[in-house]
């Protein structure tokens, strides 16, 4: 009788105990990672709503060169942004949702205020100010709106 006619061994049964220890560990490294998921998308759109803000300033203050050099920065902070948001691994459920909530929000309100500051109000500091903060409005309710409820996302 050789080794491949030996029937196989039987798994490893777990004991209740053993069973319960482990399902208790797979509940707390899957809370973990939906909770590192939400933070890091937290700091994604944060930093995108910061960066909007200098966007706006520098199109409706800065001029000619202020777009120049508003529109440079904010490809710059794109792709590192992209890059470091690809790089991130772990997605909690809802967060792609939460993202593209922001980012079509923000593009409205990014849009209007560009139109009505460029044509009605150029270089009003009274207007774009205001409107700069505005325009991280979208951004920073999409990242800091409550987590679904079975989610734990320490501050």
Same mark, same amino acid.
Do not use: K
């Given at each position: ?5 030996? =029937?196989?061994?039987?798994?490893? *049964?777990?004991? =209740?105990?053993? &069973?319960a220890a482990a399902l208790e560990r797979v509940s707390r490294l899957a809370?973990?990672?939906? $909770?590192?998921?939400?933070?890091? %998308? ?8 910061? &960066?909007? @803000?200098?966007?706006?300033? $520098?199109? +409706?203050?800065?001029?000619? @060169?202020?777009? !120049? *050099? /508003? ?6 902070? *794109?792709? @590192? /942004? #992209? ?5 991130? +691994?772990?997605? &909690?459920?809802?967060? &792609?949702?939460?993202? !593209?909530?922001?980012a079509i929000t923000w593009a409205v309100v990014y849009g209007v205020t560009? !139109?009505? +500051? #460029?044509?009605?109000?150029? +270089?009003? %500091?009274? !207007?774009?100010?205001? $409107? $700069?903060? *505005?325009?991280? %409005? ?8 409550? @987590? =679904?409820?079975?989610?734990?996302? =320490?501050?």
């Amino acid at each position: 009788m050789n080794s491949a006619d030996q =029937p196989a061994t039987p798994p490893h *049964v777990p004991d =209740p105990r053993e &069973a319960a220890a482990a399902l208790e560990r797979v509940s707390r490294l899957a809370g973990r990672t939906r $909770a590192q998921g939400w933070r890091w %998308v937290r700091l994604y759109l944060t930093g995108w709503a910061v &960066a909007s @803000v200098g966007l706006v300033l $520098a199109i +409706g203050l800065g001029g000619r @060169v202020g777009f !120049f *050099v /508003g529109m440079g920065a904010w490809a710059v902070i *794109v792709a @590192v /942004g #992209t890059t470091w948001a690809n790089r991130q +691994g772990a997605t &909690a459920p809802g967060t &792609a949702r939460r993202i !593209f909530a922001g980012a079509i929000t923000w593009a409205v309100v990014y849009g209007v205020t560009i !139109f009505a +500051g #460029t044509t009605l109000w150029p +270089g009003l %500091v009274a !207007f774009w100010v205001p $409107a $700069a903060l *505005v325009s991280a %409005v979208p951004l920073l309710l999409a990242a800091w709106r409550p @987590v =679904p409820r079975d989610v734990t996302v =320490p501050a």
